[in-house]
Structures are given as C-alpha cells and as structure tokens.
C-alpha cells in the first residue's frame, strides 16, 4: 500500500531540517536547540524519517514495477546525492578554503586540517567517499545508505526481517566496542591506509547502519506491526510516554552530557556511536508519534511544511551556508551571542526558507512547461 505524501510528514522533516540548521550555525542558541526532546538529535530522526519513507517507497516501486525498476530508482536517488556532495566539496576546497587561508579562520582551518596537510591525496580521498571533513559527512552516509538498501530488500525478502534486523542490531553492539576502530586498523596495516579515523567522518556507519535497517523495515513493513501492538496493547503507548518523560527530565537536569563522567556518556549516550539511550530515546518517540498521528493530523505550518518538500535542496543550501558563514565569524573562540548571534541565526534560516520558495517556483514553472 502505497504511502501518500501527506502535510505530517513534511511538516516533520521540515521540523528536523530546521533543528538541525540552528545546531550547526556558530551561535549560542545551538547547544540550547539540539536536543530539546531528551537525549536525542534532529540527525537521529531525519535517519530514520528517510530510511522509513525510501522502504516504503521502494517496496511500492518494486510492486509495481519490480526490483530492477526499485533499484534504479534508488540508484538514480544515490546518484544525485552524490552530485550534491561533490558541489559542497567543490565550495568548501576551493572558495571556503581559500577565505579561511586568507583570514585565519581558525573554525574552518580545524574543519579542514587534513585537506590542509594533503590536498591532492584529500580531494581524491574524498571523491570516493573516504575523507569526510565535518559537515560534510552527512551525505556520504546517506549515499552508502541507499546503495545498500536494494541489497537490505533483498535479503529480507529471502530470509525475513528478524533476520535482517537481528544481524544489523549484532553490527551495532560490535560498533559499541570498537568496530569501526579495529576495522581501520585492519585497513592501514593492510593495504596502507593513510587517512585518519578522526577524517573519515563523525558519524560510525557500523552503528548508524541500525537506525537505517531500522527506518527501512519500518516502512516497509514493521509500521503495521507496530500499529497491531498499539492497538491491542495500549499500555506501550503509555509506557512510552513515561519513558520518554524521564529522558526529558534528564537531559533537563543533567544537560547534554547526562553523565558527569565522559566514560559513562560514551557508552551510554555517545551520539556518534549511536549509544543505547539515543537508540531507546528515538524508539519511544517513534511510538508516541506513530500512536498520536490522528491527533496530530491536523496539526499544518505551511512554511514549514515547505522546507520538508524541498528537503534536499534546503539540507544542501544550510551546508554551504554555514561553511561560508564560518569563513567569516569562525575566528571567535566562544560561539556568537547576543545581536551577533541572532544574525547569524536569521541568517542562516532564512536562507533555508528562501531556498524552499526559489524551488517551489521552479517546480511551478517545469510543470507549465511540461
């Protein structure tokens, strides 16, 4: 059953686009916006938000037209990314690194050290999705995401969901233990990597690999199950409800890092390696929202909604804004505050809402001329 583009959806991933903007603009008000639902981010819940629509969609693709079709449709989708990558990469090489040499933007000089250090090995390290400078990891995620998601289809067609999700959750403890690290170990000793964890991104794909399995089966197929189990047990939606209540107090109370002890964060809430409390902090969410949609239906914020139609344009204008944006404040040890700050913000928001509105024309003006 095919899922309709529906007001919910974009108003939701108009929401994330716009927490996760503000949390990367060099501003005070970030640490204030990034988590304001416990201990989870806007990156969590746009993954899972994209894996769950590309399930779906690629299920009703492959119902229709089969799996080859699906696939190239997917291909054609990783493609274009990978475009929209390669751009951000030309911007932030070339005019971005050169404001930052010019002027000494210390914030810009750290984004890009390794490019700094080995530009020729960088660029071509990059290119194949290996060099991954901050801000500029997110894409590559996604892109490997899709390119194994036909694989993921497949599979689970043949051997069943659990299976597919018991492997990916077995991925995802090993990623709690090191994985990723003893994985570029066997690399450079292997074969002679030269690039650095610390430049291969933030994000640990043998962990953030869950939360896609996770999305996809959802829309695939495990968002109907859910609804059976909320129906016929209403108690999980309460029990949900309280447990997120207690990761809001927590966080409330205990800031971002919930633990004093950096240990205790890193095996617990670490965003990167996608800790366990991120993982049952988004879970629950899911169920609130998933039991509440008919409640929720109603709720419209057009501008916003707006943002989600044109998610990826606005996703790629707010990278490239904020590289440019660190071009010229990054030079300040303490992010901005005050009218500085609040500039920066209206700034680099307004540039998203902008882009929406330029590509919504656009759209108009292809459809009168097809």
Known sequence: MPLQRNSGLDLLRGLLLLMMAMVHLPTSWSDRIGQPLGFVSAAEGFVFLSAFLVGNIFLVQQDRSGFIAATRWLMGRAIRLYLFHIALLILAFTLVARIATTYQTPAVLNLLDFYFLNPQEAAIAAVILAYQPPLLDILPMYVLFFLCTPVVMRLASLWGWYAILGVSFVIWVLAQFGLRVQFYSFLINSFGWRIPVSATGAFDLFAWQ????????????????????????????????????????????????GFSDPLWHFLWIDKWTLSPVRVINLSVIVCMLFGTREILSGLRMPPIERLGQSSQWVFVVHIATTLLLLCFVGQFDEPLGGYVGLLVMVVGIGALFATARIHRRVKKIRVGFA
């Open 210 to 257: 869950f939360l896609w399995v996770l999305g996809v089966w959802f829309g695939a197929d495990g968002r109907f199950k859910l609804s059976r189990v909320l129906v016929s047990m209403p108690s999980v939606l309460m029990a949900s409800f309280a447990i997120f209540g207690l990761f809001f107090l927590w966080r409330l109370w205990s800031g971002p890092s």
